[in-house]
């Protein structure tokens, strides 16, 4: 049986099924080692914009999106829940419900207070991205360009994610509570544990926790998929499958056991 077909199966036979989308598929991560990006990077000045950039390249960036689409449709119908350190937002842009995705890395969505004065976060300004792709077209100097600021305190205004030296965890933390809510109701379940990306940035938040997870429910079945860092705990024995490959090519074949 090719391996996707028994994740399939895996995932078909669960009560529960548990998922975590690791580094590796942050479309982030193509954006920060593109040329463009890196001639963008040497020339710009001043620092703050450089997050903005890389979220108006992400606008501009449609089909990583798509990747989750096979994931969704073997979901479907089934009790998951999706833990994710990604910060591109891709998840939400699949057809998974938004009440079981939680990424308590943060992301490009919303702003915060660099100096956490509060627990507050905002919108980004629709004018502010709209400077930034026009620098990006030239039509505009750097100079030019406005940082935003906090409304209470006036200091700058950061994207809400663990980049923030004050990272306001507000912006995920009543997901994660429903999460490890969820996670009581899979002792002594049937539960398919599924990683994909997953590496060792975080691995407090996903790799270790999933290994634990799988380790004390004898009935789980533990799949790690990594380009390099696929090694299984030899104590988790047959449950667990180290595969060695590109996640997001994984993601586009898993359909095609399902």
């Not at 205004?157 to 996670?183: C, H, P, R, S, T």
């Amino acid at each position: 049986m090719e391996m996707t077909e028994q994740i399939v199966k895996s995932i078909m036979d669960a009560e529960l099924i548990l998922v975590g989308i690791g580094e590796e598929l942050d479309s982030f991560k193509k954006i920060k080692a593109s040329s463009s990006y890196e001639e963008i990077s040497k020339k710009i000045q001043e620092k703050w914009i450089l997050p903005f950039v890389r979220k108006a390249m992400l606008n501009k960036t449609e089909k990583e999106t798509q990747i989750y689409g096979p994931l969704s449709q073997v979901l479907e119908n089934k009790n998951y829940f999706i833990i994710s350190t990604c910060q591109d937002g891709g998840l939400g842009k699949a057809s998974f419900l938004e009440e079981r995705i939680v990424e308590p890395c943060g992301g490009y969505k919303k702003l915060q207070c660099s100096d956490a004065c509060s627990n507050s976060l905002y919108e980004i300004p629709d004018d502010i991205m709209c400077q930034i792709e026009g620098y990006l077209r030239g039509e505009c100097k750097e100079s030019e360009l406005k940082e935003p600021l906090c409304p209470v305190c006036g200091k700058p205004l950061v994207f809400n994610n663990v980049e923030a030296d004050n990272y306001v965890e507000e912006g995920y933390i009543g997901k994660w509570n429903i999460y490890k809510k969820w996670l009581q109701g899979t002792v002594n379940k049937k539960v398919c544990i599924l990683e994909v990306g997953v590496g060792m940035k975080y691995p407090s938040v996903i790799r270790w926790p999933f290994e634990k997870i799988a380790y004390f429910n004898q009935k789980s079945d533990f799949f790690r998929v990594h380009s390099m860092l696929y090694q299984i705990p030899h104590e988790l024995g047959e449950r667990g499958k180290g595969i060695c490959a590109n996640p997001e090519k994984f993601l586009k074949e898993l359909s095609n056991g399902f």
